[in-house]
């Protein structure tokens, strides 16, 4: 568990250029959702550019990570600029933990997270700000991660790459697994089977583990990443990657720096940090 860190009482505390906070409740959403959100650069300058939008869970934790990354990546035109959205709770950091451990298990185990980002974190990121509805991505470690990579067969189409680190395929009794053979099935009738054609997943997808990670779910992970290769999806662009010299949480620097240059990977980076 986490512990917060007190603030100095005689300094004030650091802000993030070019973000804000949302909670959704006050707006007049139930729940305790909150939306740490981080413009592009030249959003001054033209409002309404349409712009990708990057997903992350776990922001309460992550978000200054994923927010000094883009900086560097756009620097480099490595990517180009786009929405950042940290998907939190405007809840304390101790009570974080459960609500977590609720939000980020499959459906069938009664979560609704993924119900709700799909009927109101996204559609008021897309009428509050100029995003483009056909450049949504969703990053996520651990149990984050495998909700993202889990979201390409139970909501297909929702978003259109993912970056899952450290996502074991083995837990919650292989929901990860039943997700995809359920859809591969629906992707495989018998008119198609007869006709040759391949099953469709158009997303990009980045999966990343630490080399040093628990061996049994690197085994896990690596027989996902090699059934997919097994499918042959039409129109997937997958990568899979295992980063020497990291565990489980020590993974998220270079694997979502990889992960961002992978989903952006066929885009044209465009401008420069003011």
């Known amino acids: 568990m986490l512990h917060p860190r007190e603030n100095h009482p005689l300094f004030p505390e650091v802000r993030l250029r070019g973000t804000h906070v949302i909670d959704l409740n006050k707006l007049g959403y139930d729940g305790d959702d ?3 959100v981080s413009l592009p650069w030249s959003y001054d300058q033209d409002p309404l550019m349409k712009h990708p ?3 992350v869970f776990d922001a309460y934790w992550d978000f200054c990570l994923m927010w000094g990354l883009y900086s560097k990546l756009l620097d480099d035109k490595e990517v ?3 929405i950042l959205v940290g998907l939190s709770y405007s809840r304390p950091l ?3 933990w459960a609500i977590r451990e609720r939000d980020q298990c499959p459906p069938e185990m009664g979560s609704d997270y993924l119900q709700r980002i799909q009927q109101r974190i996204i559609p008021f990121v ?3 700000y100029p995003a483009d509805p056909e450049a949504r991505f969703l990053c996520g470690i651990s149990t ?3 909700v993202a990579l889990g979201s390409l067969f139970s909501a297909p189409g929702l978003f259109h790459g993912v970056v899952a680190l450290g996502a074991n395929p083995a837990l919650f009794d292989g929901w990860l697994r039943k997700s995809e ?3 591969y099935k629906a992707q495989r009738p018998l008119k198609s089977l007869l006709l040759g054609h391949r099953p469709k997943l158009p997303a990009r997808v980045f999966m990343g583990f630490g080399g040093l990670d628990h061996p049994e779910l690197l085994k896990e992970a690596s027989a996902f990443n090699q059934l997919l290769d097994q499918r042959n999806y ?3 662009e997958k990568q899979f990657r295992v980063i020497e010299g990291e565990k489980h949480v020590g993974v998220y620097a270079e694997g979502m720096n990889r992960g961002l240059r992978h989903l952006f990977a066929n885009e044209s980076a465009k401008g420069k940090p003011q």
């Open 94 to 96: 101790n009570e974080v």
């Open 34 to 36: 909150q939306l740490i």
């Open 181 to 183: 053979e359920a859809f």
């Open 53 to 55: 939008v990057v997903y």
């Open 126 to 128: 897309e009428s509050e």
């Open 144 to 146: 984050g991660g495998l």
């Open 234 to 236: 039409l129109y997937l």
């Open 80 to 82: 180009p600029e786009y």
